[in-house]
Protein backbone atom coordinates (compact mmCIF):
# COMPACT_ATOMS: atom_id res chain seq x y z
CA UNK A 1 0.00 0.00 0.00
CA UNK A 2 1.02 3.54 -1.38
CA UNK A 3 0.55 5.45 2.24
CA UNK A 4 1.84 8.80 1.12
CA UNK A 5 -0.35 8.45 -2.04
CA UNK A 6 -3.53 7.58 0.20
CA UNK A 7 -2.75 10.41 2.36
CA UNK A 8 -2.85 12.80 -0.37
CA UNK A 9 -5.89 11.34 -1.55
CA UNK A 10 -8.29 11.14 1.21
CA UNK A 11 -6.81 14.85 2.54
CA UNK A 12 -7.91 16.04 -1.48
CA UNK A 13 -11.27 14.85 -1.50
CA UNK A 14 -13.69 17.16 -0.86
CA UNK A 15 -16.38 14.92 0.37
CA UNK A 16 -14.08 14.05 3.04
CA UNK A 17 -13.37 17.34 3.82
CA UNK A 18 -17.30 18.34 4.33
CA UNK A 19 -17.76 15.29 6.41
CA UNK A 20 -14.87 15.18 8.38
CA UNK A 21 -14.35 18.45 9.58
CA UNK A 22 -13.66 18.62 13.36
CA UNK A 23 -12.52 15.17 13.23
CA UNK A 24 -9.09 14.56 15.23
CA UNK A 25 -8.23 11.28 16.38
CA UNK A 26 -5.39 8.91 15.86
CA UNK A 27 -6.10 4.80 14.60
CA UNK A 28 -3.82 2.01 14.47
CA UNK A 29 -4.59 -0.69 12.13
CA UNK A 30 -3.26 -3.96 12.47
CA UNK A 31 -2.98 -5.38 8.98
CA UNK A 32 -2.01 -8.88 9.59
CA UNK A 33 1.45 -8.52 10.69
CA UNK A 34 2.20 -4.92 9.78
CA UNK A 35 0.99 -2.19 11.94
CA UNK A 36 0.16 1.48 10.24
CA UNK A 37 -0.29 4.37 12.97
CA UNK A 38 -2.75 7.24 11.40
CA UNK A 39 -3.46 10.60 12.85
CA UNK A 40 -6.46 12.47 11.34
CA UNK A 41 -6.56 16.56 12.32
CA UNK A 42 -9.80 18.47 11.19
CA UNK A 43 -11.05 15.90 8.99
CA UNK A 44 -7.40 15.53 7.31
CA UNK A 45 -4.70 13.01 7.82
CA UNK A 46 -1.82 15.08 9.29
CA UNK A 47 0.74 11.66 9.63
CA UNK A 48 1.20 8.32 8.68
CA UNK A 49 3.65 6.09 10.11
CA UNK A 50 4.33 2.47 9.80
CA UNK A 51 5.35 -0.06 12.36
CA UNK A 52 6.56 -1.78 14.37
CA UNK A 53 5.82 0.68 16.70
CA UNK A 54 6.80 -0.17 20.60
CA UNK A 55 4.07 1.20 22.18
CA UNK A 56 2.12 3.32 19.82
CA UNK A 57 -0.01 6.46 20.93
CA UNK A 58 -3.52 6.07 19.59
CA UNK A 59 -7.02 6.72 20.08
CA UNK A 60 -8.49 3.16 19.00
CA UNK A 61 -7.09 0.42 17.29
CA UNK A 62 -9.00 -2.23 14.36
CA UNK A 63 -6.32 -5.37 13.73
CA UNK A 64 -7.22 -8.35 11.84
CA UNK A 65 -5.54 -10.33 9.63
CA UNK A 66 -3.99 -9.27 6.11
CA UNK A 67 -6.73 -11.68 4.61
CA UNK A 68 -10.06 -10.12 6.39
CA UNK A 69 -8.12 -6.46 5.34
CA UNK A 70 -7.77 -7.78 2.04
CA UNK A 71 -11.62 -8.80 1.79
CA UNK A 72 -12.48 -5.66 3.28
CA UNK A 73 -10.39 -3.26 0.37
CA UNK A 74 -11.56 -5.20 -2.01
CA UNK A 75 -13.11 -2.62 -5.27
CA UNK A 76 -16.14 -4.91 -4.44
CA UNK A 77 -16.58 -6.86 -1.58
CA UNK A 78 -18.66 -9.55 -0.95
CA UNK A 79 -21.30 -10.57 0.54
CA UNK A 80 -21.21 -9.31 4.77
CA UNK A 81 -17.79 -7.51 3.71
CA UNK A 82 -18.78 -4.29 2.44
CA UNK A 83 -18.97 -2.52 6.27
CA UNK A 84 -16.43 -2.83 8.96
CA UNK A 85 -19.06 -3.45 11.63
CA UNK A 86 -19.76 -7.08 9.33
CA UNK A 87 -15.58 -7.51 10.08
CA UNK A 88 -16.75 -6.71 13.99
CA UNK A 89 -19.16 -9.63 14.33
CA UNK A 90 -17.61 -12.33 12.54
CA UNK A 91 -14.68 -11.61 14.82
CA UNK A 92 -12.42 -10.99 11.90
CA UNK A 93 -11.68 -7.18 12.71
CA UNK A 94 -10.94 -6.29 16.55
CA UNK A 95 -12.02 -3.13 17.87
CA UNK A 96 -9.65 -1.78 21.18
CA UNK A 97 -9.27 1.40 22.77
CA UNK A 98 -11.41 4.66 23.54
CA UNK A 99 -14.81 3.07 21.50
CA UNK A 100 -16.50 7.08 22.57
CA UNK A 101 -14.08 8.25 20.14
CA UNK A 102 -14.65 5.61 17.44
CA UNK A 103 -18.16 6.32 17.24
CA UNK A 104 -17.44 9.92 17.83
CA UNK A 105 -15.71 10.18 14.69
CA UNK A 106 -17.15 7.11 12.87
CA UNK A 107 -18.25 9.16 9.51
CA UNK A 108 -14.72 10.50 9.34
CA UNK A 109 -13.28 6.86 10.21
CA UNK A 110 -16.02 5.36 7.49
CA UNK A 111 -14.72 7.82 4.48
CA UNK A 112 -10.92 6.85 5.44
CA UNK A 113 -11.78 3.15 5.32
CA UNK A 114 -13.66 3.43 2.08
CA UNK A 115 -10.27 4.99 0.47
CA UNK A 116 -8.42 1.47 1.00
CA UNK A 117 -11.17 0.82 -1.61
CA UNK A 118 -9.71 3.41 -3.86
CA UNK A 119 -13.07 5.07 -3.88
CA UNK A 120 -15.78 7.01 -1.92
Known amino acids: ???????????????VLHRSAGSTFRVLLGWGDDTVLIAVNDGA???????????????????????????????????????IFAFFRSGEIVLTGDTRK????????KLLLLHLRGRT
Open 1 to 15: MDWMRFKEQFSADPV
Open 45 to 83: ISSIQTGPFVMPQCDFALSGSADAWRRFAAPLPGPREQD
Open 102 to 109: FYAHLMCL
